[in-house]
T-cell receptor
Framework: QKEVEQDPGPLSVPEGAIVSLNCTYSNSAFQYFMWYRQYSRKGPELLMYTYSSGNKEDGRFTAQVDKSSKYISLFIRDSQPSDSATYLCAMIRGFQKLVFGTGTRLLVSP | KAGVTQTPRYLIKTRGQQVTLSCSPISGHRSVSWYQQTPGQGLQFLFEYFSETQRNKGNFPGRFSGRQFSNSRSEMNVSTLELGDSALYLC?????????????FGPGTRLTVT
């Protein structure tokens, strides 16, 4: 069983929809939770990070962490075609390595 | 501030050869991590270097090695290439003096082994 599980998608939504992307994890020692966006043929770009449980908002993006359920989410409001990309969750404990989910491919149609 | 740069961007090698990839981190960043990305396995951690020392290592065979120079630039080497080594190799840099939740990735080197 992988430490971090993420549905690969693709997830197809119309422009303007609210998108929910999720990851589950098995290691309760994870402290920081990140979301990266990766466009085709590019490196991942850090979108947001959250420490421990709670919510964090940045513009149209909201990251949510529920440590009791070992579940993290990224919500995208008013989705745009330019949001079409692969979204990777990642998590880390202490000075250890980043552990990534396999990524969810999102397609936003005009 | 310039981002993370990787060279070369594309490489084609044959089985049995070796390859060296280069990564220049963001100025002031002292940690460089390397990842292999494939469609089936996603992003897998290779190793991390901080102040010229390997600080973390993933579960890859000894054919994969790396090093970091005093200016924080890093190289990774893959010897005796196999077909399964075809992948996008990404490096990421961070300050390194705290938990590396803010890692910034380069565009990657796409390696094809034939």
């Amino acid at each position: 069983q992988k430490e971090v599980e993420q549905d690969p998608g693709p997830l197809s939504v119309p422009e303007g929809a609210i998108v929910s992307l999720n990851c589950t994890y098995s290691n309760s020692a994870f402290q920081y939770f990140m979301w990266y966006r990766q466009y085709s043929r590019k490196g991942p770009e850090l979108l947001m990070y959250t420490y421990s449980s709670g919510n964090k908002e940045d513009g149209r993006f909201t990251a949510q962490v529920d440590k009791s359920s070992k579940y993290i989410s990224l919500f995208i409001r008013d989705s745009q075609p330019s949001d079409s990309a692969t979204y990777l969750c990642a998590m880390i404990r202490g000075f250890q390595k980043l552990v990534f989910g396999t990524g969810t491919r999102l397609l936003v149609s005009p | 501030k310039a981002g993370v740069t990787q060279t070369p961007r594309y490489l084609i090698k044959t089985r049995g050869q070796q390859v060296t990839l280069s990564c220049s981190p963001i100025s002031g960043h002292r940690s460089v991590s390397w990842y292999q990305q494939t469609p089936g396995q996603g992003l897998q951690f290779l190793f991390e270097y901080f102040s010229e020392t390997q600080r973390n290592k993933g579960n890859f065979p000894g054919r994969f090695s790396g090093r970091q120079f005093s200016n924080s630039r890093s190289e990774m080497n893959v010897s005796t290439l196999e077909l399964g080594d075809s992948a996008l190799y990404l490096c990421a840099s961070s300050l390194g003096d705290r938990v590396a939740y803010e890692q910034y990735f380069g565009p990657g080197t796409r390696l094809t082994v034939t």
